[in-house]
């Protein structure tokens, strides 16, 4: 370029360092990790935010606080508090219950799975994780559902205790039902929002027939 041979360059510039400057001053909190916190705060945080999303669920609501900050936790502990409370009460089970906890275990994680690859495949927007989280967390209505039959199923086993329980599994199956897709269907296309959701129905349907055709050995 032949205007640039007049241009010099003063030697009291340097041309040394850092090539970008950062915008804003540096905080201390940026150090700052879970790693440096105590073991007691980091557990007390991840109960709380595990409260939330179950507070979330008791009340649902379209929103993305419960896909914000996604975790496993409470899954886990609502599928192995299912799995434990239907352990024993087939009447098909010669054995001490043990494959039946397998049963309930692998069913509602595949079923979380499968659901959550239709979802992917439709083309929902929502990660793989985030569905897990919200279909575990969604099966909390049902673990309290069976929790009441178990209770009524203390007082006998009659008709007047199955209408209680049918009433109760129905409820809480509508509410899981209700949850879950308050919570996954802004995440899929409006014309595919029905696919999602019957995989969905069929999940909390397979799980509430479980709870109601219970019966203690």
């Not at 970008?20 to 007390?44: A, F, Q, R």
């Not at 935010?49 to 996604?70: N, Q, T």
């Not at 039902?177 to 269907?185: G, I, K, P």
Request: glycine share 8%.
């Amino acid at each position: 370029f032949p205007g640039l041979a007049d241009v010099s360059i003063s030697q009291d510039i340097p041309v040394e360092g850092e090539i970008t400057v950062p915008v804003g001053s540096h905080s201390p909190d940026e150090d700052y990790s879970t790693l440096d916190e105590p073991v007691k705060d980091t557990i007390m945080r991840d109960l709380k935010a595990v409260g939330k999303k179950f507070v979330h669920v008791m009340y649902p609501r379209k929103s993305s606080a419960l896909l914000r900050d996604w975790d496993l936790w409470g899954p886990l502990v609502l599928c192995v508090s299912l799995a434990l409370m239907l352990q024993g009460g087939s009447a098909d089970s010669k054995d001490d219950g043990g494959p039946q906890f397998a049963e309930v275990f692998v069913i509602i994680w595949f079923g979380a799975v499968v659901i959550t690859l239709n979802s992917k495949l439709l083309g929902g927007t929502i990660s793989f994780f985030q569905s897990l989280c919200v279909l575990g967390y969604c099966v909390m209505p049902l673990t309290v559902a069976m929790l009441v039959c178990r209770l009524v199923l203390l007082a006998g086993a009659g008709t007047v205790s199955f209408i209680i329980r049918l009433i109760v599994v129905g409820a809480m199956f509508g509410w899981s039902t209700l949850a879950s897709t308050a919570f996954l269907a802004d995440s899929q296309p409006p014309n595919r929002k029905a696919l999602v959701v019957y995989p969905i129905f069929l999940f909390y349907f397979v799980i509430s027939w479980m709870i109601l055709t219970f019966t203690p050995q």
